[in-house]
């Protein structure tokens, strides 16, 4: 298939669907652990269409749903203590964190900026070299490489008011901690596509070599979840467990080798908070001694407050598929897209935000 529409083919989606039925299998689990399946699953009716007993559920795929209330708390004592200029991506301007949010913040008169990548970050400072830029480094691997090269431009560049936050993550440590946990049960993954891209087929291999558990790397478009759903299913039945790549003109086994050398020589792997999974071992990026002059950490150190948990917010649970969102006390009533209490509502790729638009 070579054009969009050939990807939203309904009599291709037919044809899978009814092979799928055909399988009868019962009672699974497969966790779409990326945002954009979760979302483009309610907006292409693929929920609707599955048969009963095989059941979606969403995983810790988004970068803005996982970023931790302390990491907030800590980008916000930046902007209190330090006169800087702090770049975000937009979602996470709403996103509360223990006692405030950055959009409050902005609205008390903090310099808060929205960008649609570090270029945007680095850029503003090269135009305003009287003024101190951090960059709030969210995400996956999907967004380190390109923060690492902004890094690396900046040192060739010698630029002296450019500091990155960073708070990124990586998505296999996070599947290995659900794998372990008996209380989750998932009998597949839908691995997600634009992570894989960068790190290939080869960090998933321990999830059907240790623990049986089928993967399947998808792509993003209605054919690809409905083909990648049936290769889970294939597998299911045969009882087999393996890495299967669905998603085949993006990704390959060994992913994307300048991207991963552009992580490697700006960043050491290092453990991360992840919010609803705690601490995880080398699942996070922090930037290495080399480039240590652009760590907004150490320019600008804060001891930020006590967290405090939003009392109620199921976000934690929902990010690890232990409850589905409405579950949650809060969906829909307490907490809703204009009031949102926890960032799974907030994000354009959380789940809570995908069941209230598309499944109510």
Avoid at 29 to 42: D, I, R
Avoid at 94 to 123: C, F, M, Q, T, W
Avoid at 135 to 142: K, Q, Y
Avoid at 255 to 266: M, R, S, W
Wanted: charged content about 25%; proline content about 6%.
């Amino acid at each position: 298939m070579k054009y969009i529409n050939e990807f939203r083919s309904p009599n291709l989606a037919k044809k899978i669907i009814s092979r799928l039925k055909k399988l009868k299998i019962d009672k699974v689990n497969y966790m779409e652990v990326c945002g954009t399946h979760t979302v483009n699953a309610f907006k292409f009716g693929i929920r609707q269409t599955l048969p009963e007993g095989l059941r979606l559920i969403s995983g810790p795929g988004c970068p803005v749903c996982v970023t931790d209330n302390r990491e907030l708390d800590i980008t916000i004592e930046m902007l209190k203590k330090y006169e800087i200029t702090l770049t975000t991506f937009g979602d996470m301007v709403r996103v509360p964190s223990s006692y405030s949010s950055l959009e409050k913040e902005k609205a008390n008169g903090k310099d808060i900026r929205v960008v649609y990548s570090p270029i945007d970050a680095l850029n503003l400072a090269q135009k305003n070299p009287e003024k101190n830029i951090v960059f709030f480094g969210v995400g996956f691997e999907t967004t380190a490489p390109m923060v690492a090269y902004t890094i690396k431009y900046a040192n060739e560049k010698r630029i002296k008011n450019f500091y990155v936050y960073s708070v990124h993550k990586l998505i296999p440590p996070a599947l290995k901690v659900l794998v372990k946990d008996e209380n989750i049960k998932i009998n597949g993954f839908l691995c997600p596509g634009h992570v894989s891209v960068i790190i290939g087929s080869n960090p998933y291999e321990f999830i059907a070599r240790d623990y049986k558990i089928p993967c399947v790397i998808t792509g993003f478009e209605p054919i690809d979840i409905l083909q990648g759903i049936l290769m889970l299913a294939i597998q299911t039945k045969e009882k087999e467990a393996k890495v299967e790549i669905q998603y085949k003109r993006g990704v390959n086994k060994e992913g994307n080798k300048i991207a991963l050398e552009l992580i490697n020589d700006v960043f050491d792997k290092s453990d991360a908070l992840w919010r609803g999974l705690g601490i995880i071992s080398q699942s996070g990026l922090v930037i290495k001694e080399k480039y240590s002059q652009f760590d907004a950490l150490k320019k600008f150190p804060v001891d930020p407050p006590l967290v405090k948990k939003h009392k109620g917010c199921k976000c934690g649970d929902v990010l690890k598929g232990l409850i589905m969102p409405y579950n949650c006390p809060l969906f829909k009533n307490v907490c809703n897209p204009l009031n949102p209490v926890g960032p799974c509502m907030v994000s354009s790729e959380g789940s809570c935000a995908a069941y209230y638009h598309y499944a109510l």
